[in-house]
């Protein structure tokens, strides 16, 4: 049962453009909503999170935008840089545990 | 700063072998737990543990067992190692948090098991 479903799988952007990356869930008991951000031979680590009763929340270049009727939000990465290029995850919360999405494979060409 | 510590980053065993991850946290945290990550798949919870002795099962604990003796310290058990079970493995801890967030769950860099 795929609870978590994050789009598109890999992402080609140029320097300076805008990286959006999409995450559709079914289970309307998640309560936070996190996306985590993994660079090669690290483990994933928290970027940006929002809470259920926010449309929108942002932290220099990056934006969570939250659609609690359609049940998706998605990450909105301005101004792209090459050091952006890592794979990223959407992972909503319910009962201490994370759901995490299939992941993003980022990358920004110079 | 925070610390999760995994105590290989490269394990090579052989099919039928018994194998032990380590992971080890000196965030005092509560939560602990054991994924596995595979390409296209996301990260899978095996196991996950609220307290010392406590565990829990996750979505893919067929195959694998946990043991938490101590606080800090969170290990994973392949029984009887198999092919199907080649996959890099990552801990994590977090706080026990019954509401308000952010349930940041901290990473440890995982361990790249092959099993041959």
């Known amino acids: 049962q795929q609870q978590v479903k994050q789009s598109p799988q890999s992402l080609i952007v140029q320097k300076g453009g805008i990286s959006i990356i999409n995450c559709a869930y079914e289970?309307?008991?998640?309560?936070?909503f996190p996306w985590y951000q993994q660079f090669p031979g690290k483990g994933p680590a928290l970027l940006i999170a929002?809470?259920?009763?926010?449309s929108e929340k942002k932290e220099g270049r990056f934006t969570i935008s939250f659609n609690k009727s359609a049940k998706q939000f998605s990450l909105h990465i301005m101004d792209s840089q090459p050091g952006d290029s890592a794979t990223y995850f959407c992972?909503?919360?319910?009962?201490?545990?994370?759901?995490f999405g299939q992941g993003t494979e980022l990358s920004v060409k110079p | 700063d925070v610390k999760v510590t995994q105590s290989s980053r490269y394990l090579v065993k052989r099919t039928g072998e018994k194998v032990f991850l380590e992971c080890v946290q000196d965030m005092d945290h509560e939560n602990m737990f054991w994924y596995r990550q595979d390409p296209g798949l996301g990260l899978r919870l095996i196991y996950f543990?609220?307290?010392?002795?406590?565990?829990e099962k996750g979505d893919i604990p067929e195959g694998y067992s946990v043991s938490r003796e101590k606080k800090e310290r969170f290990s994973l058990i392949l029984e009887s190692a198999s092919t199907n079970q080649t996959s890099m493995y990552l801990c994590?801890?977090?706080?026990?948090?019954?509401?308000?967030?952010?349930?940041?769950?901290?990473f440890g860099p995982g361990t790249r098991l092959t099993v041959t």
């Open positions: 929002i809470r259920p009763d926010v």
């Open positions: 992972a909503p919360h319910q009962g201490g545990k994370l759901i």
């Open positions: 543990s609220y307290d010392v002795k406590m565990k």
């Open positions: 289970n309307t008991a998640f309560d936070y």
């Open positions: 994590a801890s977090s706080l026990l948090k019954t509401s308000g967030g952010p349930y940041e769950q901290y």
